[in-house]
């Protein structure tokens, strides 16, 4: 048996705790103490667990890869320093192992004002204050999300304006697709993710291969908003797939001379 | 000397017309058991969806379709077996459309369930057909009884993979119907399947006392106005669960 001390960070608390608690039993492990907080970017979960020394990877791995978990490290409990001297990270797509935050700041949120904000760290407030803008104008959404670029830092834009695709794609889903059996990845696409892109953009669609034609997102010579569709189809097709996860990887874009924006989805 | 049957078109449409109707409201019902979180919203969800498929779509059409039906004679129905008949159809269609939709969806869940309904419609419609009262003896075509059992199996499973598989319009509109033509084609079938022979005025036991068209139109009418009403709730359900959605 072990004992492991696991940071997690996500955009919000509201059950946080019910589904990473889910993935931890499912693990046989199970939860000795928690602590869960909020600040200004979002929650964070302290847990130790113990369970088989054998499932830890498993655990890890299901919890880094998990689609409300943004940042997450664990270590052996215990050990002085233990996630500060040696990180046992699973780094997610939107927050990569070295810029996560420091322990110190894992498990006691820092103070307000919070500034600057860890680089790649998604804007979680300016996130909130404009999903449900995205919400109400849905699919007339881009006006607010060039609003949402420039009012983040610009360490943050990109995976801020991941984090609100991943929302919109999420609660897209659940409005419009959710009726209805799981569908493997390929059917997923085709039925879910297809549909519901046109709905933002002109696309064309090669089997995982999505082209972004004229994205208002990513005009040549400005930056690049890709990450958002990609965010958009990880909410979106995430669920339809579980238990597996979605990813999507930006192959070209517009704003760096590319004929169009290409994405790969993956799982 | 066989007997001719000749149609009421207009309550032939009819049929079919609430065949769809049920069926659109049992699928639309039915997509929602995969979504359900607690056993207690997929029992539920799973009994709505046998109701209006079972009672709406295959029962209350049959007895649309036998009114529609002119043999020139008098028939009554057994009581007893006309429950049955509805009973078989509600449990048929609950058993097949919690298998499609617990789980992952797959190839042999959607062949089990295709089969459940396609028999359960088959069960309900010859069911209902022993139920008749009157002075004629039933045979059957077998070759045609097989091409019926054929039609409900093989549509059962196209709608219910239209419904499950489809999203959006498509998904809703087909389907109904795909499975308003595998209800109405088995039962259409299965009556050029039968064949009525006079038995030179012999009234069955239980004749005077059996079910008539009368009292099947009544219920037929309660079931179609729950159907409707089930519809037009749910429908009010889902836009308010839509709206409420936070993003």
């Given at each position: 048996m072990v004992e492991l001390e696991i940071q997690v960070f996500s955009d919000r608390r509201e059950g946080l705790l019910a589904e990473l608690g889910r993935v931890v039993a499912a693990n046989s492990f199970s939860l000795i103490r928690q602590r869960l907080t909020q600040d200004s970017r979002g929650a964070w979960l302290s847990m130790i667990v113990r369970g088989p020394m054998e499932q830890r990877l498993a655990l890890e791995e299901m919890l880094?890869?998990?689609?409300?978990?943004?940042?997450?490290?664990?270590?052996?409990?215990?050990?002085?320093?233990?996630?500060?001297?040696?990180?046992?990270s699973v780094p997610t797509q939107m927050a990569p192992r070295t810029l996560q935050p420091s322990p110190v700041e894992a498990m006691s949120p820092p103070a307000q004002p919070v500034a600057p904000l860890?680089?790649?760290?998604?804007?979680?407030?300016?996130?909130?204050?404009?999903?449900?803008?995205?919400?109400?104008?849905?699919?007339?959404?881009?006006?607010?999300?060039?609003?949402?670029?420039?009012?983040?830092?610009?360490?943050?834009r990109e995976s801020s304006l991941m984090l609100a695709g991943r929302?919109?794609?999420?609660?897209?889903?659940?409005?419009?697709?959710?009726?209805?059996?799981?569908?493997?990845?390929?059917?997923a696409i085709k039925r879910i993710g297809m549909p519901a892109l046109r709905a933002l953009a002109d696309i064309e669609q090669h089997g995982v291969h999505v082209h972004i034609l004229n994205s208002p997102l990513c005009a040549p010579g400005v930056h690049s908003g890709c990450k958002f569709y990609g965010g958009y189809l990880e909410g979106l097709l995430g669920a339809s797939v579980t238990p597996k996860k979605v990813f999507v990887r930006h192959l070209s874009c517009r704003s760096s001379g590319a004929a169009h924006c290409s994405l790969e989805i993956s799982h | 000397m066989p007997m001719q049957l000749s149609y009421n078109w207009l309550l032939v449409l009819l049929?079919?017309?609430?065949?769809?109707?049920?069926s659109f409201t049992a699928l639309q019902l039915a997509v929602a058991i995969p979504?359900?979180?607690?056993?207690?919203?997929?029992?539920?969800?799973?009994?709505?969806?046998?109701?209006?498929?079972?009672?709406?779509?295959?029962?209350?059409?049959h007895f649309?379709?036998?009114?529609?039906?002119?043999?020139?004679?008098?028939?009554?129905?057994?009581?007893?077996?006309?429950?049955?008949?509805?009973l078989v159809a509600f449990a048929a269609c609950s058993a097949g459309l919690m298998l499609v939709g617990s789980g992952l969806f797959s190839w042999l869940r959607l062949l089990a369930a295709g089969t459940c309904m396609g028999l359960g419609v088959a069960s309900m419609h010859y069911l209902g057909m022993a139920a008749m009262m009157m002075p004629a003896v039933?045979?059957?075509?077998?070759?045609?009884?097989?091409?019926?059992?054929?039609?409900?199996?093989?549509?059962?499973?196209v709608a219910l993979w239209l419904a499950f598989n489809l999203r959006g319009p498509l998904q809703m509109i087909t389907s109904a119907l795909v499975m308003g033509m595998a209800v109405c084609g088995m039962h259409y079938t299965g009556m050029a399947a039968a064949r009525f022979e006079d038995n030179g005025g012999q009234l069955p036991d239980g004749y005077a006392t059996g079910l008539r068209g009368d009292n099947l139109g009544l219920t037929i009418f309660v079931i179609v106005a729950t159907l409707l009403v089930l519809m037009l709730v749910l429908y009010y359900w889902r836009?308010?669960?839509?709206?409420?959605?936070n993003i």
């Amino acid at each position: 048996m072990v004992e492991l001390e696991i940071q997690v960070f996500s955009d919000r608390r509201e059950g946080l705790l019910a589904e990473l608690g889910r993935v931890v039993a499912a693990n046989s492990f199970s939860l000795i103490r928690q602590r869960l907080t909020q600040d200004s970017r979002g929650a964070w979960l302290s847990m130790i667990v113990r369970g088989p020394m054998e499932q830890r990877l498993a655990l890890e791995e299901m919890l880094g890869t998990h689609s409300r978990v943004l940042s997450f490290e664990a270590a052996l409990f215990g050990e002085a320093g233990a996630i500060a001297a040696a990180p046992v990270s699973v780094p997610t797509q939107m927050a990569p192992r070295t810029l996560q935050p420091s322990p110190v700041e894992a498990m006691s949120p820092p103070a307000q004002p919070v500034a600057p904000l860890p680089a790649a760290m998604p804007d979680v407030s300016q996130v909130e204050h404009t999903l449900p803008k995205l919400a109400h104008d849905y699919p007339q959404i881009y006006p607010w999300l060039v609003a949402l670029e420039n009012s983040v830092a610009e360490p943050a834009r990109e995976s801020s304006l991941m984090l609100a695709g991943r929302r919109t794609g999420t609660w897209v889903y659940k409005r419009d697709y959710a009726l209805g059996a799981k569908l493997g990845l390929a059917d997923a696409i085709k039925r879910i993710g297809m549909p519901a892109l046109r709905a933002l953009a002109d696309i064309e669609q090669h089997g995982v291969h999505v082209h972004i034609l004229n994205s208002p997102l990513c005009a040549p010579g400005v930056h690049s908003g890709c990450k958002f569709y990609g965010g958009y189809l990880e909410g979106l097709l995430g669920a339809s797939v579980t238990p597996k996860k979605v990813f999507v990887r930006h192959l070209s874009c517009r704003s760096s001379g590319a004929a169009h924006c290409s994405l790969e989805i993956s799982h | 000397m066989p007997m001719q049957l000749s149609y009421n078109w207009l309550l032939v449409l009819l049929s079919y017309a609430v065949s769809v109707l049920g069926s659109f409201t049992a699928l639309q019902l039915a997509v929602a058991i995969p979504v359900a979180t607690t056993h207690h919203q997929k029992t539920a969800a799973v009994a709505m969806a046998g109701g209006a498929m079972g009672l709406g779509a295959i029962w209350a059409m049959h007895f649309i379709a036998m009114l529609a039906c002119d043999s020139s004679m008098q028939v009554t129905y057994d009581p007893a077996l006309t429950a049955l008949s509805a009973l078989v159809a509600f449990a048929a269609c609950s058993a097949g459309l919690m298998l499609v939709g617990s789980g992952l969806f797959s190839w042999l869940r959607l062949l089990a369930a295709g089969t459940c309904m396609g028999l359960g419609v088959a069960s309900m419609h010859y069911l209902g057909m022993a139920a008749m009262m009157m002075p004629a003896v039933t045979s059957y075509n077998m070759g045609l009884v097989i091409i019926s059992l054929i039609i409900a199996v093989v549509a059962s499973m196209v709608a219910l993979w239209l419904a499950f598989n489809l999203r959006g319009p498509l998904q809703m509109i087909t389907s109904a119907l795909v499975m308003g033509m595998a209800v109405c084609g088995m039962h259409y079938t299965g009556m050029a399947a039968a064949r009525f022979e006079d038995n030179g005025g012999q009234l069955p036991d239980g004749y005077a006392t059996g079910l008539r068209g009368d009292n099947l139109g009544l219920t037929i009418f309660v079931i179609v106005a729950t159907l409707l009403v089930l519809m037009l709730v749910l429908y009010y359900w889902r836009q308010r669960y839509r709206s409420s959605l936070n993003i």
